[in-house]
């Protein structure tokens, strides 16, 4: 199938062949993309969609490329990418609508510079709002659920659903997007006014502890695994000795457990390897199951 003659004349964006996806995930890891996609408007994005069920083209969607492991050999059909080609803020009193291309921290600073509190704790998590809302992203006791209003969201046929945040079914690393496989389009948060001064004080402190305590300086997907009821992967992973454990170019990061990193040239077949092995060194030591919170795209 001739993808690139079914999408000429189209109002979808910009259309790039042959794209190494290494470059479009925080791990740095994944094969070559058949056609990849950047609309700029939520109109295009839904215009993609709607070609692609048609024609019956296989399509996959990522944001900024966080929390995800892309296979060796790459992904067919096409994929939609929405990341700075997605990006927008609006804002109507108290709340901020974000295209799902836009950055957590860039919305977060938004927000901050017009006194408004609300996002400092999950200000510092990588990706995009997107991802963030689709996972129910969280850190330091903050999750996307306590201010996300509403929800815009197409299905692979493009058809378009707007949810509230009781219809979303959040919970921990969850949500409604993930059970009737949706893309976010856009989301609405609810924050409150606030003095600048001391939102300020927030994100910079949460930023501080990230830079400490985390390896934001090498390639990972972010956490490795979700958190054991009972405990903490880190936790866990440094109890069994892994610290800095490294096989080849995959690695435990020696900065925090719950991270493991590529060094450099990892494959997505060496990272898998190494994930399953930490995990089920955790289980034979500790009879705690870790469960991969990195999501796995691609032919595998």
């Known amino acids: 199938m001739d993808l690139v003659s079914i999408y000429k004349n189209e109002d979808i964006g910009e259309v790039l062949l042959d794209q190494s996806l290494r470059d479009y ?3 740095g890891i994944g094969g070559k993309a058949d056609v990849m996609i950047k609309p700029n408007t939520e109109e295009q994005l839904q215009n993609i969609l709607k070609i692609n069920h048609r024609e019956n083209i296989k399509t996959t969607v990522i944001g900024r490329g966080s929390n995800l492991l892309i296979s060796d050999k790459g992904i067919r059909g096409c994929i939609i990418v929405l990341a700075d080609n997605f990006d927008k803020i609006e804002r109507d ?3 901020l609508t974000a295209l799902a291309g836009t950055s957590l921290n860039e919305l977060a600073l938004f927000a901050i510079e017009r006194g408004l509190a609300g996002m400092e704790e ?3 998590i990588p990706g995009s709002v997107g991802g963030a ?6 850190a330091y006791g903050g999750e996307i659920k306590d201010i996300c209003v509403n929800v815009k969201a197409f299905d692979f046929a493009g058809k378009e659903y707007n949810f509230t945040n009781s219809q979303m079914n959040f ?3 969850h949500s409604k997007i993930f059970e009737d496989e949706l893309i976010v389009s856009s989301a609405s948060f ?3 006014a606030g003095n600048k001064e001391e939102i300020e004080e927030r994100y910079q402190d949460f930023t501080d502890r990230r830079t400490t305590k985390q390896p934001l300086d090498r390639k990972s997907a972010g956490s490795t695994f979700k958190r054991p009821t009972g405990s903490y992967a880190s936790k866990l992973i440094d109890e069994c000795g892994l610290r800095g454990y490294r096989k080849g170019e995959c690695q435990v990061s020696e900065k925090h457990c719950g991270f493991i990193i590529n060094i450099d040239h990892a494959t997505c077949e060496d990272m898998l390897s190494f994930i399953e092995e930490v995990s089920k060194i955790v289980n034979e030591k500790t009879g705690f199951v870790l469960e991969r919170e990195v999501k796995l795209i691609g032919d595998f």
């Open 171 to 173: 919970s921990y690393r």
């Open 122 to 124: 999950i200000s510092g």
């Open 25 to 27: 995930t925080t791990f």
């Open 133 to 138: 809302v689709a996972m129910n992203a969280g």
């Open 93 to 95: 009193g108290d709340i």
């Open 190 to 192: 609810k924050l409150e």
